[in-house]
């Protein structure tokens, strides 16, 4: 657990699934894909929290009020040989904004990847998004603009899915 001025991190547990999930989705309308979000309590908890979990969370509390996530997972470099993280959502509340804690949940995560030996951490920034732009560069983080994003899923992944 991490406190600085009140504002703690901790290790998600099934019973923040609820807070996470409304969470998820005051981020998505804020990223304009509101429309997309398909997440339930039930998937949250058997991707983060069942069997096999597929990733991790930890939540930041100010005043024992939740006010921002993070959600990452194990990523993994053939060229290195090595673990990478990667951290698929940083979200703090809009009414928590400008305090520090979306740096302090950044750098816990940025501390995870350090303990578990992960050469480098990495995520995705909407370009129209020039506050996180800023937010990640000021915290040391490049722009890789030599990379392009793919993504396949519905029915693509399905087709691909069922070809020899």
Same mark, same amino acid.
């Given at each position: 657990?991490?406190? $600085?001025? /009140? @504002? ?21 309308? %804020? #990223?304009?894909? +509101?429309?997309?979000?398909?997440? $339930?309590?039930? !998937?949250?908890?058997? !991707? ?5 979990? %597929? +990733?991790?969370?930890?939540? /930041?509390?100010?005043? +024992?009020?939740?006010? /921002?996530?993070?959600? @990452?997972?194990? !990523?993994?470099?053939?060229?290195? /040989? ?8 940083? @979200?703090? #509340?809009?009414?928590?904004? +400008?305090?520090? @804690?979306?740096?302090?949940?950044? *750098? ?15 995520? !995705?920034?909407?370009?129209?998004? #020039? ?7 000021? *915290? ?9 994003? %793919? ?14």
């Amino acid at each position: 657990m991490t406190r $600085t001025l /009140g @504002f703690e991190i901790r290790e998600a547990s099934e019973a923040d699934v609820p807070v996470m999930l409304r969470m998820i989705k005051a981020l998505a309308e %804020f #990223e304009r894909l +509101g429309d997309q979000v398909v997440a $339930t309590e039930l !998937s949250l908890r058997q !991707s983060l929290f069942g069997d096999r979990p %597929f +990733g991790e969370a930890l939540i /930041g509390y100010c005043g +024992g009020e939740p006010v /921002g996530f993070a959600i @990452f997972f194990h !990523s993994f470099s053939t060229f290195r /040989g090595a673990p990478g993280l990667y951290l698929e959502d940083l @979200f703090i #509340e809009p009414a928590w904004r +400008g305090r520090g @804690f979306g740096r302090r949940l950044l *750098a816990r995560v940025a501390a995870v990847a350090v303990a578990r030996g992960c050469h480098r951490m990495e995520w !995705s920034v909407l370009d129209w998004n #020039e506050r996180a732009v800023d937010f990640y560069v000021r *915290a040391g983080a490049r722009p890789m603009q030599e990379w392009t994003t %793919f993504r396949l899923t519905g029915d693509a992944l399905d087709a691909l899915a069922a070809r020899p």
